[in-house]
């Protein structure tokens, strides 16, 4: 079954945002979204499930196989250690019988790669008040957007108050894009002026939360690339501000990885992570051809889970990420 | 990983020397090995099979030389042939003969177009002295045509824009219109990113194409982007018919596989490369460095060009004789630490350096702050001081500590390091290579 917002999310409400909403409804939504995302992912359904159909479903699994099934997975950008992995582990359970034919390793091969998908605490909890969620990225990745849209849904699905701290305060015009988030979302922007100290912002939008008793403090940040290290030193500092204002934030740290990132994705969360500790891919632009299997790669070698992903334009295409559903959209035809 | 390629395929290939020729499953077992760090590098898988097979032709019956190592030349020969493949040498722009020259931009949402479009602009005013200006025909991300007029402005450039509420297609004519009014030379339309298979924003695109007929179109990748490198490049050369390639972020760590697998699925060159957060940080794209970095070779040219700028020829003698003789004083090191600081920040550079790519050293912390008191202390020495840093005991030690803000032992530290500095480049001036090792030990 598909993750919705209400199993993403844990909240106050005694048995979770859920039970303030009637089930039928949930239950639409979530068919709406398979729709959706099966849609988004015709492309790029299209092009895997054909290399492994193509070739799995024609019987006896021999060196070929295996030889298509690696060439399928680097395709997807998923990376050579973690195919070698997932390659080596579906030949020999072959070797042991397990598998026999090409619909059985397809099936298993979906299973498996929703396996290593799921790592870590896959939930945001937004108990804590405010609940601070700092995101960072490389320029570029969708952080402001996706910010928009994370706001936008905590405001209109799950009726939370949310603050936005605008602390990319480098880029020409970050503020101005994400204040028309704001406006949209129905969300407070804290801003200050452009080229100002980030942890400032930062330290200013946890205040103005609690001044408003809001309930979710979203922090946006500056694009960078993980090799600048003045910057990297920076976002730390922009971490340890939120953290002397409130001692137990940020919460939630999510980094915004593009899904058409190839292996050095894998570098970012490293880097990231270690300068601010991430919690939680958002895996954006996944509606084109790209497979975004970068995002294994960083859930199997550096055990961050996905927790969102992006699958369009629309505000309703930011949606919380389900492993079942990714290896499937991405196998199945 | 890939700075040890040429090590990997040593050790695969240790025992073809005695032999003196690479034998078939020396290079099957070479091809292997440059089929990962090519998939490491993003290069397409397709791309890498054509180009593995292509290679073993080469390397077929190939004479093992006697100054390179097996290892080492199948990597000089995986290299040339890389460089070759990336278009041997750079491409430029051409310029039409009635100005204005459009050049239009493309590419997916966060490639980097509109900064692109900024920094395109302020090289062709500065490198050819053009009048550039600059429309913004982004109407659909908020405040992309915001940030197109900041940058605009701080490229130098004049920047035409109608808000959002208009066609793009509109605000492009109209843009040619005013360019061609105001006698600019070069017009850059800056487009909004869109996905290569969203049929109505393609659709515009084309538009756009047909209605200010573009001398030149662009396509910015970034140089990040994985194996789905070539189906954007397929799409968009089919609708934009692109002429050449930006790439952007160069200067993080990404290998910039995609380069190599969208020069080779289009054949459209990469004309320009994008390597930093300011705007004079961007250059003509070089295929022989690129196929270094692929290879993790580090980017000697590159690193060799920056210093040129920053370093005039007289210079560079005269200082080549203090070296020799031992007459190099610290107020020489001073103007030296400032011409390489003005290079850029020492860990780029560092990760520029062949060989170092990947390597400890290259992660080495470089603490500018450090430097700046290394300044602050030579700055407060006399001359006297300077020139003969034995002078340095005492009451003058206390008397710089103070002027700079340091201690006395800092003070002790900087004078120690400058003398073994002082005998490890007379070595170098003297032909000696420095043990990088046991230099990284000292620093610890």
């Keep these: 079954m598909a993750r919705d917002w209400y199993d993403l999310f844990i909240t106050d409400f005694p048995g979770g945002a859920a039970a303030e909403v009637p089930q039928t409804g949930r239950e639409q939504e979530r068919r709406g979204f398979f729709k959706r995302l099966r849609e988004n992912m015709k492309k790029t359904r299209e092009a895997l499930a054909a290399e492994v159909q193509a070739t799995l479903f024609e019987g006896d699994l021999d060196e070929q196989t295996w030889e298509r099934l690696e060439e399928a997975l680097i395709y997807a950008d998923v990376g050579a250690k973690t195919t070698a992995e997932v390659v080596e582990r579906l030949e020999q359970e072959a070797q042991e019988g397990q598998l026999v034919g090409g619909e059985q390793l397809t099936k298993r091969l979906s299973e498996l790669l929703a396996e290593l998908a799921r790592t870590g605490d896959e939930h945001i909890d937004i108990r804590p008040d405010p609940t601070v969620i700092l995101v960072v990225g490389v320029n570029g990745t969708g952080k402001t957007t996706s910010i928009g849209k994370l706001a936008w849904h905590l405001r209109q699905t799950l009726g939370q108050t949310v603050v936005i701290g605008a602390a990319d305060t480098f880029r020409a015009a970050a503020v101005e894009q994400l204040e028309r988030w704001g406006e949209r979302a129905g ?147 | 990983m890939f700075d040890s390629l040429a090590d990997k395929l040593q050790g695969t290939l240790a025992g ?229 390639v930006i790439l952007s972020k160069l200067d993080g760590d990404a290998r910039g596989g995609a380069a190599l697998s969208v020069k080779a699925v289009t054949g459209k060159p990469i004309m320009f490369a994008s390597t930093g957060e300011k705007l004079p940080d961007f250059e003509r794209f070089h295929p022989d460095r690129m196929a270094q970095r692929i290879l993790g070779m580090g980017d000697v040219m590159s690193f060799i060009e920056r210093a040129e700028r920053t370093i005039e020829e007289d210079d560079a003698k005269e200082l080549e004789r203090k070296m020799r003789k031992n007459e190099f004083t610290l107020e020489d090191f001073l103007t030296q630490l400032k011409r390489v600081r003005k290079m850029g920040p020492l860990t780029s550079l560092l990760g520029m350096m062949p060989g170092l790519a990947g390597h ?59 003398g073994e500095m002082r005998k490890l480049m007379r070595g170098l001036a003297q032909g000696k290579m420095p043990d990088l090792g046991a230099l990284m030990r000292q620093q610890r």
């Design chain 1, 187 to 333: 969300c407070d922007v804290v801003k200050g002026p452009e080229g100002s100290d980030p942890g400032a912002v930062a330290f200013d939008a946890i205040a103005r939360g609690r001044e408003r008793a809001a309930d979710v403090v979203i922090i946006d940040t500056a694009g960078r690339l993980h090799t600048q290290r003045e910057l990297m030193a920076e976002l730390e500092k922009v971490k340890r501000v939120i953290s002397k204002q409130m001692p137990d934030a940020p919460h939630e740290t999510l980094m915004t990885v593009d899904a058409t990132t190839g292996q050095n994705g894998l570098r970012q969360a490293q880097l990231f992570g270690q300068a601010v500790n991430v919690t939680g891919i958002v895996l954006t632009k996944l509606d084109g051809t790209a497979k975004g299997g970068i995002a294994l790669a960083i859930a199997n070698e550096l055990n961050i889970p996905v927790k969102l992903i992006g699958i369009g334009e629309k505000l309703e295409d930011l949606r919380p990420f389900d492993p079942d559903a990714f290896a499937e959209a991405l196998l199945t035809a």
């Design chain 2, 16 to 244: 073809v020397r005695q032999r003196g020729s690479l034998s078939e499953d020396d290079i099957a077992r070479a091809m292997r090995e440059i089929r990962l760090a090519l998939l490491e590098a993003d290069v397409n898988f397709k791309v890498v099979k054509q180009f593995t097979s292509a290679v073993k032709e080469r390397c077929l019956g190939v004479e093992v030389h006697k100054q390179l190592n097996p290892g080492q030349q199948v990597v000089k020969i995986v290299n040339d042939e890389l460089t070759a493949l990336m278009g041997g040498h750079s491409a430029g722009l051409t310029f039409s003969p009635r100005p204005p020259t459009v050049i239009l931009m493309a590419g997916l949402q966060g490639s980097g177009k509109t900064t692109a479009t900024a920094k395109l602009a302020r090289y062709l005013r500065e490198e050819n002295g053009s009048s550039v200006a600059v429309a913004a025909c982004d109407v659909y991300r908020p405040a992309a045509v915001e940030q197109l007029i900041k940058v605009g402005l701080q490229a130098g450039a004049t920047v035409y824009e109608q808000g959002t509420d208009k066609d793009p297609v509109d605000i492009a004519r109209w843009a040619w219109d005013q360019a061609k009014r105001d006698g600019k030379d070069v017009l850059i339309v800056d487009t909004a990113g869109r996905l290569h298979v969203d049929q109505a924003l393609m659709d515009e695109l084309a538009n756009v194409r047909k209605a200010v007929k573009p001398h030149v179109v662009l396509l910015v990748v970034d140089a990040m982007t994985g194996q789905d490198a070539v189906n954007v490049a397929e799409q968009f050369a089919e609708v934009a018919r692109f002429d050449g």
């Design chain 2, 360 to 418: 400890q050293l290259s992660k080495m912390n470089v603490d500018e702050k450090e430097l700046d008191r290394v300044e602050a202390m030579i700055l407060s020495m006399t001359p006297q001081e300077r020139a003969r840093p034995e002078l340095i005991k005492g009451s003058r030690r206390l008397r710089i500590a103070r002027g700079s803000g340091t201690s006395v032992q800092q003070v002790n530290q900087l004078v120690k390091q400058f």
